[in-house]
């Protein structure tokens, strides 16, 4: 059974960055597509990013373009979310998700079939 972990949350003031990483093991099939989603308490949960494996295609919500870039290191199965000019609007419980297929919306969280169980992203202004 695989399984998704994130590490790299924490608490950092606006401006700030931090570096998230999923790191997918235990999966016998190639994951195509990984995302990052994020919740913050009283708000739907929101797409931020999308890696698309087959083309290296990338994808990003208007609200962290510029500003949050996903990445993938193929050796080490892992998704990073480098987040730079942090804003305390970007306060969420972030989680990664995968799938092994091609579905669209890349930023829906209904395409995606595997899920981390979240790491906490607090940003003070």
């Known amino acids: 059974q695989g399984q998704l972990v994130e590490s790299g949350g924490g608490s950092v003031q606006a401006g700030g960055s931090l570096r998230l990483s999923c790191a997918a093991t235990g999966y016998t099939y190639t994951l195509n597509r990984v995302a990052w989603f994020r919740q913050a308490p009283g708000k739907e949960r929101e797409g931020v990013a999308a890696f698309y494996r087959p083309n290296g295609s990338t994808y990003y919500a208007d609200s962290v373009k510029g500003r949050f870039t996903i990445s993938r290191d193929n050796a080490k199965n892992t998704v990073y979310l480098q987040m730079n000019s942090l804003k305390p609007g970007d306060t969420a419980v972030y989680s990664c998700?995968?799938?092994?297929?091609?579905?669209?919306?890349?930023?829906?969280?209904?395409?995606?079939?595997?899920w981390g169980q979240g790491t906490q992203v607090t940003v003070s202004s």
């Open positions: 998700a995968a799938s092994r297929w091609t579905r669209s919306p890349f930023l829906g969280a209904e395409t995606y079939e595997y």
